[in-house]
């Protein structure tokens, strides 16, 4: 077994993960270079498919990964914050009975005169409201759309001293401007994408990233998904606290109306994680059991399909769309079992499906067969590094590798089934209509 310790955690990001591409920083013309890959890419989708396909992008590609983890690490310092002042917990942060006046009654108690203080009524007045209460401590849209520092956007006020002062660490001008940068880029990408009519699926990636792709990709969410949902977020059912996060970003998009995408994944960097976890001496992130996870992964579908069933009911638009990404039977049984439980209908393109080039085809092909969306997800790049990493997956996979096995097994069956009965070319006999059949190149 390989030794962990946690100097190599960022020397190695490899470590002990087989099934997701990692990104190493170089400086800041290879993010402008991983740009325009992923450009390329949504060209590549948008005139393979006519935009029924989907792109992946990772944010870790685009700036400084270090950059992503210190604002990971303030988003949970909001929520210390949050919870001091208001005796309650939020997410990043959302709250329905939370107004600016919990704020001003728990600076009073301190004694700090904050609410007559400019600058911190300045900050209460700047928070994020709508009807129904708080939604963020924090302007993020200023974050993403604006010139505004990181340094400036995270400021609180002291318990203490009443004195605004900063949660995020100190950063450089030129890490701002690093910031800046990879902001600059998810926009290139995501106004290309909405020009071009290609969704995009923001990967998720380790958890001391996380919390700050997830939230930004929630940003980009509320700015490009206004029309239909072309952002896809990605969410990790083998953590622990998935679920309550799927339930407030949903409500999010609910309550600033916009489309919600969504790719649910059990997650690829498990025995990272524990290993960093145990090193560091944190709780470990993930789920106690594979079966944990796998609950975890059917509740939050299950979340999903009733806010579907709730808005049908209600006659609001429905704007959600989930992509069900996972080579596990069980789980793609347990969603076409309640799709109709919900009537979802497979033509109602709220669902898909998505798997691995050369993995499970036993799954897709079927799903398709009977009109259900299925993408397979194509790792692509130059030979040299593509072949690497699919020898990695082959090797250390072992999950994957009995489903391959499975798979090659019942090939070999339908081989010789064919040549028994002499009919070697297939065609399905259902009456479908493949998803996209409809689409016709002008
Ligand atoms: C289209 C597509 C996109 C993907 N995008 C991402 C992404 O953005 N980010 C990402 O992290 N992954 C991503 N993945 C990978 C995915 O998270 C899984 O690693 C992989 O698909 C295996 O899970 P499964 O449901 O297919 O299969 P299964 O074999 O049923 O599940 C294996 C998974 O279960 C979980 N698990 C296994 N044992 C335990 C245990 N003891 N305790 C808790 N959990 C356990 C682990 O997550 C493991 O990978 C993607 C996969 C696909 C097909």
């Not at 096995?405 to 009456?431: A, D, N």
């Amino acid at each position: 077994m390989e030794k962990y310790t946690p100097q190599r955690e960022f020397a190695d990001r490899r470590l002990k993960v087989s099934g997701a591409r990692t990104y190493f920083y170089v400086n800041e013309a290879q993010c402008e270079k991983n740009m325009e890959t992923f450009i390329n890419c949504i060209d590549a989708v948008s005139d393979a498919t006519y935009g029924t396909g989907f792109a992946a992008i990772k944010m870790t590609a685009l700036g400084r990964p270090q950059l992503l983890m210190q604002l990971s690490e303030t988003i949970a310092r909001t929520r210390q914050y949050f919870h001091k002042v208001t005796g309650t917990c939020g997410g990043a942060v959302i709250s329905s009975d939370i107004s600016s006046d919990v704020f001003k009654a728990r600076f009073k108690q301190e004694a700090i005169g904050p609410v007559d203080n400019e600058a911190v009524q300045k900050w209460l007045d700047n928070m994020t409201y709508d009807k129904k209460g708080l939604i963020h401590l924090f302007s993020w849209s200023g974050l993403i759309d604006t010139n505004m520092l990181l340094q400036d956007v995270f400021r609180v006020p002291n318990l203490v001293t009443g004195k605004m002062e900063p949660l995020i660490s100190t950063l450089t001008k030129e890490e701002e401007e690093m910031f800046k940068n990879m902001m600059r880029r998810l926009h290139t990408i995501f106004q290309y994408a909405q020009e071009r009519d290609v969704r995009v699926m923001v990967d998720a990636e380790q958890t001391y990233f996380q919390p700050a792709i997830s939230r930004l990709t929630m940003e980009l969410m509320k700015k490009y998904n206004t029309e239909k949902a072309i952002v896809f977020n990605t969410y990790q059912c083998y953590l622990k606290n998935t679920y309550n996060d799927l339930v407030l970003d949903l409500e999010q998009c609910y309550r600033q109306k916009f489309f919600f995408g969504c790719k649910l994944v059990r997650g690829a960097y498990m025995e990272q994680e524990r290993l960093r976890a145990e090193a560091l001496g944190y709780e470990d992130p993930i789920n106690p059991s594979f079966d944990a996870t796998s609950e975890m992964y059917h509740r939050c579908l299950l979340e999903a399909l009733q806010k579907i069933k709730k808005n049908k009911e209600d006659g609001c638009p429905t704007k959600i769309a989930i992509m069900v990404a996972s080579h596990n039977e069980d789980t793609v049984r347990f969603t076409i079992r309640n799709m109709k439980q919900f009537g979802v209908q497979p033509e109602d393109r709220l669902i898909c499906f998505g798997q691995l080039l050369g993995m499970c085809d036993h799954i897709s092909l079927p799903l398709g067969q009977s009109g259900y969306s299925v993408y397979k997800y194509v790792p692509y790049g130059p030979v040299n590094e593509v072949l690497p990493y699919l020898s990695r997956r082959a090797t250390e996979n072992s999950s994957l590798m009995s489903k391959l096995q499975k798979e090659r097994s019942m090939l070999w069956k339908e081989l010789i089934r064919r040549l028994r009965t002499g009919k070697f070319v297939y065609r399905p006999e259902g009456k479908y209509v493949p998803i996209g059949a409809q689409i016709v190149k002008e």
